[in-house]
């Protein structure tokens, strides 16, 4: 028998809420967050939250420290230590991006329980800025989808990456 797949979404399912205004909030971006919002895609806009806080003088070790703040649920680290060690292949599929979502992994030593993390990158510039972009030319639907964002169909992706759907767990928040 094949091994258990279990893929979660990340924001508000393993966590308590979404990163990216989590980080918006407590770092002070939200009336700038707001004024840009119907102006940017999503993931360009929290780009252009990320240049924003590089701006302030704030470095992605800072924004490492905030995200350290995000409420993880004790009883959804104990499921997914307990999945991981019961032999699932643990994976997320999430809209937030790499550094967020690694970043509090890590804090709550459950980055080493996922196999694989589907998300929009991120990589730290030459000037110690934070850049994030999309999964997905933000230009091009994957697929034609309605329900998700361009960047990064999850039902697309699932469908690429998973060649067997039968011992496949998945807790979406939608799609």
């Given amino acids: 028998m094949a ?3 279990v893929v979660f979404d990340f924001d508000r399912t393993l966590i308590d809420g ?3 205004s989590w980080v918006v ?7 700038l967050f707001h004024q840009l919002r119907s102006t940017l895609p999503w993931n360009s806009l929290m780009d252009r939250m990320m240049k924003e806080l590089h701006s302030r003088g704030e470095t992605a070790d800072d924004i490492a420290e905030c995200l350290k703040k995000t409420p993880v649920h004790p009883r959804i680290a104990a499921a997914i230590k307990a999945a991981h060690a019961f032999g699932c292949d643990l994976r997320i599929l999430s809209d937030a991006n790499q550094f967020f979502i690694e970043k509090i992994l890590e804090h709550h030593d459950l980055m080493g329980c ?3 993390i589907y998300t929009n990158p991120t990589f730290v510039d030459e000037e110690g800025r934070l850049r994030i972009f999309p999964y997905h030319d933000s230009t091009l639907s994957p697929h034609g989808c309605s329900l998700c964002p361009s960047n990064l169909c999850k039902a697309c992706r699932g469908l690429v990456y998973f060649d067997c759907w039968i011992y496949c767990l998945w807790s979406p928040r939608f799609c």
């Fill in 3 to 5: 091994a258990i797949v």
């Fill in 25 to 31: 909030t407590e770092m002070g971006l939200s009336d």
């Fill in 18 to 20: 979404d990163s990216d």
């Fill in 114 to 116: 996922f196999s694989k």
